[in-house]
């Protein structure tokens, strides 16, 4: 038995063949353009994009695909026509934070409270309502088929489904990422559509993530459609966490940890209470979602401007680490979220010296990654105890520098990904699942230990975060 899982992220599409042993196997990739028009802007094209996953899923004819599961990007959205399916704005990603300010004036005429008890998110440009309401007030053509009553609002999921299947629907921890459903009735919210702009009424119903969601075109057979779900939720699940307590950490373009909470919201910590899955005919599974909105791309922009060359030079350091040399980096360069949530902020060295080197320089910003999500996963473990070790997947899981600088900045063991598909695999026991056929659980990797941790190294890096905040203040006012 073979399921397809397509991995439609923010830099590219994949295609993974899973086997009932739990064997992944890469069919295609294909990347897609970043566009930047403005300052602060992130967007891709809709289009673009469903042809990357249309392309994915005539790779796969031919396999004997017996399901498809499709995991995507959570935040990011965009509008279309119900009549013609066509696009009439690009996708605004969810790094794009062009609604700061319109979610700066909601927070000061204070809607923060209400959005937060009904939502479980801060009023922050990373989520998809303030998108969804800033697309009704400056496209054109939404406006008008909003009178037509022909305009379509979601997600991506719920855009490539429609396409694809003829349904137009999202699944329920999607939907939890948008701060327009209620966590506790797992429907959209009247008043927070109100308070965002959205019309609600062009919204798509809200369903499982896993169950009888359609049927797409696979080559030339028609396949039963069984799993879309976000990407970090389906990591989360390829990593076989199943119970309270149990996290991932993922380390791709971000670095997100997600955790088990059980079958209630967990509260207000810094962290996001979130749907992790339904399984349909079965009640939503929540967790705890934090994340550092620049991971490998901080990593990524220090070798644009020279810091290095290769990658291989970042995997060793025979220096002492950075920050207990008085050097700290805070990664801020698309704002701060958990526990912080200012999108404001900006990236800081602190500590710079005349005989500080390149090398210092990009210790220093690996070191910054860990110390950023050793904040998320204490802001976590405040509500909810994490069990160890913490699973870890991801690009820059590979550097077996940052991950020992991880393990110690955590002060826990962690336990690298024996297989590089996890995002795929879990999407793929979702829909395997689904049809009743179980895919094998995931193998054990390897653990790495925490074998240094300075206890003094959250409190010199929470004084670096506080510096980069305000100064970042300071050009506001």
Not at 16 to 44: C, I, K, N
Not at 181 to 210: K, Y
Request: glycine content about 10%; overall charge negative.
């Amino acid at each position: 038995m073979t399921v397809l899982a397509i991995d439609q992220g923010t830099t590219s599409t994949r295609a993974v063949l899973v086997g009932s042993d739990g064997t992944t196997t890469p069919l295609l990739s294909r990347e897609h353009r970043q566009s930047y028009p403005q300052p602060g802007w992130v967007e891709h094209d809709g289009e673009e994009l469903l042809a990357d996953i249309a392309a994915c899923l005539d790779a796969a004819g031919g396999h004997g695909v017996a399901a498809v599961g499709l995991d995507n990007q959570g935040e990011s959205c965009l509008a279309w026509d119900a009549d013609t399916g066509r696009p009439v704005c690009p996708v605004i990603v969810w790094q794009d934070d062009r609604t700061r300010a319109a979610t700066d004036r909601l927070r000061a005429d204070g809607y923060e409270a209400l959005v937060g008890e009904r939502a479980g998110l801060p009023l922050d440009p990373y989520f998809s309502a303030a998108k969804l309401g800033w697309i009704v007030r400056n496209v054109p053509e939404a406006a008008r088929l909003a009178e037509a009553g022909r305009l379509r609002l979601g997600t991506t999921d719920a855009f490539f489904r429609d396409r694809l299947t003829g349904r137009f629907e999202t699944d329920v921890a999607t939907a939890s990422r948008t701060s327009l459903m209620a966590l506790d009735t797992c429907a959209w919210d009247t008043d927070l559509c109100t308070i965002f702009g959205v019309p609600v009424e062009a919204l798509p119903p809200i369903g499982p993530t896993s169950g009888d969601l359609g049927r797409v075109r696979c080559g030339e057979a028609e396949v039963p459609f069984t799993a879309s779900i976000v990407d970090q939720q389906a990591a989360l699940y390829g990593h076989g966490c199943r119970a309270p307590g149990e996290a991932k950490i993922t380390c791709g373009t971000g670095a997100f940890l997600l955790a088990v909470t059980g079958s209630r919201p967990a509260a207000w910590s810094g962290a996001l209470p979130t749907v992790l899955w339904q399984r349909s005919g079965e009640a939503p599974v929540f967790g705890l979602d934090g994340g550092v909105y620049a991971a490998a791309a901080a990593v990524n922009w220090a070798r644009r401007i020279g810091l290095f060359q290769d990658f291989a030079e970042i995997n060793r350091f025979d220096a002492p680490p950075a920050i207990g040399r008085g050097l700290a980096f805070v990664p801020a360069l698309a704002g701060l979220a958990c526990p912080h949530w200012d999108r404001s902020a900006r990236g800081a060295f602190v500590g710079l010296s005349l005989d500080t080197t390149a090398a210092d320089m990009i210790q220093a910003i690996l070191e910054g990654i860990a110390l950023r999500i050793a904040e998320v996963a204490h802001a976590i473990a405040a509500v909810h105890p994490l069990a160890s070790p913490i699973p870890v997947d991801g690009g820059m899981s590979a550097n077996p520098a940052f991950v020992s600088m991880l393990a110690n900045a955590l002060g826990r063991d962690v336990r690298i990904a024996d297989a590089p598909d996890v995002t795929a695999a879990g999407t793929a026991a979702l829909a395997a699942e689904a049809i009743g056929r179980p895919i094998a659980p995931p193998r054990t990797g390897r653990v790495v230990a925490a074998t240094a941790p300075d206890p003094d190294a959250a409190t010199r890096f929470a004084a670096a975060v506080a510096a980069s905040r305000q100064f970042a203040a300071t050009t506001r006012t």
